[in-house]
């Protein structure tokens, strides 16, 4: 069955430490996976997503095919990153998807 | 307004009243979206309309009854609720319903909270 298990329900770093939050999968399939984030008293957004290889506010991804993982990594923590990060997963059908439980991440100054 | 709107941002109703939820897009897409997020479980997809026709629905109770007039409009009809359907309802719109592809960009949210 699809899962997405995101193990880390907070995580807290200084300003300026790297930052990994976790993202393990399970899918039969090729996946596309996604990172959605969402600030403070701001909507559920696109951070980044695997098919377009790109790096958003200094945030990568990449699919670990071996461990299942599609692990959100930034070298250098800055404040305004503290928010609530949801690793996604479509599947199946064209217009399914589900969200792991998300991590909220604060970074300390 | 652009974006993704959402009506009302917060609702109280008994387990016997009827309400409904609006969600309206002004971005053009074509696929429309109704979510659940409540407390202790990870975001839910409930309903996926593509060109106002619902394309997934995934295991709602009867109780909750989507409707799409247009592509610019989704609704949410509530009755006889549980207190358990408590939550916050997110509505999302992409430009078509391939979700692997295409970014979904989210309302607001309605707090509903049933006594």
């Known amino acids: 069955a699809q899962r997405v298990t995101q193990p880390e329900k907070l995580l807290s770093v200084f300003k300026g430490a790297p930052v990994e939050l976790k993202c393990n999968y399970s899918?039969?399939?090729?996946?596309?996976l996604f990172w959605y984030v969402q600030y403070s008293r701001q909507r559920l957004q696109l951070l980044l997503r695997?098919?377009s290889r790109e790096s958003i506010k200094g945030f990568t991804a990449d699919l670990n095919k071996g461990e299942t993982s599609f692990h959100l990594k930034k070298p250098f923590a800055q404040e305004e990153d503290s928010a609530m990060y949801y690793c996604?997963?479509?599947?199946?059908?064209?217009?399914?998807?589900?969200f792991g439980s998300g991590t909220r991440l604060s970074i300390r100054p | 307004e652009t974006g993704v709107t959402q009506t009302p941002r917060h609702l109280v109703m008994g387990m016997t009243n009827k309400k409904s939820l609006k969600c309206e897009q002004h971005?053009?897409?074509?696929?429309m979206y109704w979510y659940k997020q409540s407390a202790k479980k990870p975001l839910e997809l409930m309903f996926v309309?593509?060109?106002?026709?619902?394309?997934e629905n995934n295991s709602v109770p009867s109780r909750f009854s989507p409707e799409c007039p247009n592509s610019s409009h989704l609704f949410l009809h509530l009755h006889t609720l549980q207190p358990e359907d408590s939550a916050l309802y997110l509505c999302a719109s992409s430009q078509d319903r391939r979700i692997s592809y295409n970014e979904q960009f989210f309302g607001p949210g309605t707090r509903l909270t049933v006594l």
């Open positions: 996604a997963l479509p599947y199946s059908s064209a217009s399914k998807i589900i």
């Open positions: 695997h098919i």
């Open positions: 899918y039969s399939g090729s996946p596309e």
């Open positions: 309309y593509s060109l106002e026709e619902r394309v």
């Open positions: 971005l053009g897409h074509n696929a």
